[in-house]
C-alpha cells in the first residue's frame, strides 16, 4: 500500500517511521512550519524524504493548486495519514486517495472537536481523554467516520506532557492499525454521530492563559497548572514584582480552621521543599516545582515566609 503524508510534529515523523518499519510505502511528505513546542521541524522532514526517496513539498496551506499538482505528481496514492498539519485540507485534496485521508485527533470525538483538546481535557477533569483517527471530510474540522479509538485514564494527576508521551507511542500504533482495518473490505467504520449537543468545539490556548487565580478552587487550579505544564510554558502567578511559573501541584487539605486572602502562603515545608497557598472555598493547593528569572526549584528555595501572598 502507497502511503501520502500530510503533517507536522513529532507525532507525525514516528508515525513515518512506524509504517515504514510494517514494510508500507511512503509516496510524499507534505508538511509547514513547526509550531514553537515542536521538538522536529519542517528541515527534519525534508530529511527524511530524502533517506526515503521520496517527493518532499513545504506548504502552508492548500489555498492554491501547488499542493494538488504535487500529488497529482506523485502517482497512485491509495491513504494519506495527517497529523497536526497548519491548515484545513479541502475536498479537492481529500478525494485524491481511494481510500480518503485519516487524521489523528486527540479528544473522544464527537466531543472535544478542535484546538487544545487534551489540555481543555485536563482542565475539565475528564476521567479520560480519548484519541481517535478518523477519515477526514474536505473543509471540515474533525468530522469524519472513526476507524479507531483509544483512551488515557485521568487520576487527576495527568499532566499534558504525560498525555503527548503517550500519543507520541499510541498515535503510530492507530495508524498501522486503522491502515491493516481498512484492507479489510468487510470493515465497518464508526459512523460520527452529528449531534450538535454531543461535540463540544475547543479553541487555541494561549500563554496568557496559564495565569492562576486563586479565587478558584484548589482543584480547579491543579488542573490548570497540570494543563499548562511542560512542553507548554507553564501556569504562573506573581511573587510581588516576579513571575513565578508553577510545574508541580496537588490538592492537598489544612486541619485546622484559618482564615486568608486567597494566594495567601499558609505553609512553608522545610523537609519536602513545598509550600502551601490558600484558594476559594477553604481548599488548598501545595506546590513542589516552581521557576523563578530562569532558576527552578523547590518553592522553599524563594518562599521562606507565610507572610508571601501570590497574585
Not at 525534508?46 to 533517506?51: C, D, G, I, N
Not at 503517550?166 to 492499525?177: A, G, R, T
Not at 482543584?219 to 488542573?223: E, G, M, Q
Given at each position: 500500500?502507497?502511503?501520502?503524508?500530510?503533517?507536522?510534529?513529532s507525532l507525525?515523523?514516528?508515525?513515518?517511521?512506524?509504517?515504514?518499519?510494517?514494510?508500507?510505502?511512503?509516496?510524499?511528505?507534505?508538511?509547514?512550519?513547526?509550531?514553537?513546542?515542536?521538538?522536529?521541524?519542517?528541515?527534519d522532514?525534508?530529511?527524511?524524504?530524502?533517506?526515503l526517496?521520496?517527493?518532499?513539498?513545504?506548504?502552508?496551506?492548500f489555498?492554491?493548486?501547488?499542493?494538488?499538482?504535487?500529488?497529482?505528481?506523485?502517482?497512485?496514492?491509495?491513504?494519506?495519514?495527517?497529523?497536526?498539519?497548519?491548515g484545513?485540507?479541502?475536498?479537492?485534496?481529500?478525494?485524491?486517495?481511494?481510500l480518503?485521508?485519516?487524521?489523528?485527533?486527540?479528544g473522544?470525538?464527537?466531543?472535544?472537536?478542535?484546538?487544545?483538546t487534551g489540555a481543555?481535557?485536563?482542565?475539565?477533569?475528564?476521567?479520560?481523554?480519548?484519541?481517535?483517527?478518523?477519515?477526514?471530510?474536505g473543509?471540515e474540522?474533525?468530522?469524519?467516520?472513526?476507524?479507531?479509538?483509544?483512551?488515557?485514564?485521568?487520576?487527576?494527576?495527568l499532566?499534558?506532557?504525560?498525555?503527548?508521551d503517550?500519543?507520541?507511542?499510541?498515535?503510530?500504533?492507530?495508524?498501522?492499525?486503522a491502515?491493516?482495518?481498512?484492507?479489510?473490505?468487510?470493515?465497518?467504520?464508526?459512523?460520527?454521530?452529528?449531534d450538535?449537543?454531543l461535540?463540544?468545539?475547543?479553541?487555541?490556548?494561549?500563554?496568557?492563559?496559564?495565569?492562576?487565580?486563586?479565587?478558584?478552587?484548589a482543584?480547579?487550579?491543579?488542573?490548570l497548572?497540570?494543563?499548562?505544564?511542560?512542553?507548554?510554558?507553564?501556569?504562573?502567578?506573581?511573587?510581588?514584582?516576579?513571575?513565578?511559573?508553577?510545574?508541580?501541584?496537588?490538592?492537598?487539605?489544612?486541619?485546622?480552621?484559618?482564615?486568608?486572602?486567597?494566594?495567601?502562603?499558609?505553609?512553608?515545608?522545610?523537609?519536602?521543599?513545598?509550600?502551601?497557598?490558600?484558594?476559594?472555598?477553604?481548599?488548598?493547593?501545595?506546590?513542589?516545582?516552581?521557576?523563578?528569572?530562569g532558576i527552578?526549584?523547590?518553592p522553599?528555595?524563594?518562599?521562606?515566609?507565610?507572610?508571601?501572598?501570590?497574585?
Open positions: 500500500m502507497k502511503i501520502g503524508i500530510i503533517g507536522r510534529s507525525m515523523m514516528n508515525t513515518i517511521k512506524k509504517v515504514v518499519s510494517k514494510g508500507f510505502e511512503i509516496s510524499f511528505i507534505i508538511t509547514s512550519k513547526e509550531a514553537p513546542e515542536y521538538s522536529v521541524s519542517s528541515a522532514f525534508e530529511v527524511m524524504a530524502e533517506s526517496n521520496c517527493p518532499f513539498l513545504y506548504l502552508p496551506s489555498k492554491n493548486k501547488i499542493g494538488k499538482n504535487f500529488i497529482d505528481g506523485c502517482g497512485k496514492v491509495d491513504i494519506c495519514l495527517s497529523v497536526n498539519y497548519s484545513v485540507i479541502p475536498s479537492e485534496i481529500t478525494d485524491l486517495f481511494p480518503g485521508i485519516l487524521n489523528a485527533h486527540l473522544d470525538l464527537p466531543r472535544y472537536r478542535g484546538n487544545a481543555w481535557a485536563i482542565i475539565n477533569g475528564e476521567e479520560k481523554v480519548g484519541l481517535c483517527i478518523h477519515k477526514m471530510v473543509g474540522l474533525d468530522s469524519g467516520d472513526i476507524v479507531c479509538k483509544s483512551f488515557h485514564d485521568n487520576d487527576g494527576d499532566r499534558i506532557g504525560q498525555l503527548y503517550w500519543m507520541d507511542i499510541e498515535i503510530p500504533s492507530q495508524f498501522v492499525k491502515i491493516n482495518l481498512l484492507q479489510d473490505s468487510s470493515y465497518v467504520l464508526e459512523v460520527q454521530d452529528k450538535p449537543e461535540a463540544l468545539r475547543t479553541f487555541p490556548r494561549q500563554p496568557i492563559d496559564g495565569k492562576i487565580n486563586f479565587e478558584a478552587s482543584l480547579t487550579i491543579h488542573r497548572i497540570n494543563a499548562s505544564s511542560e512542553p507548554f510554558s507553564g501556569a504562573f502567578a506573581f511573587l510581588k514584582d516576579k513571575k513565578i511559573i508553577i510545574w508541580r501541584s496537588s490538592v492537598s487539605s489544612i486541619e485546622s480552621k484559618i482564615q486568608y486572602i486567597p494566594g495567601q502562603v499558609v505553609e512553608c515545608n522545610e523537609l519536602t521543599g513545598s509550600i502551601t497557598v490558600g484558594c476559594a472555598g477553604n481548599t488548598f493547593v501545595s506546590l513542589y516545582d516552581v521557576e523563578i528569572d527552578r526549584d523547590k522553599t528555595r524563594f518562599i521562606k515566609s507565610i507572610r508571601s501572598r501570590l497574585s
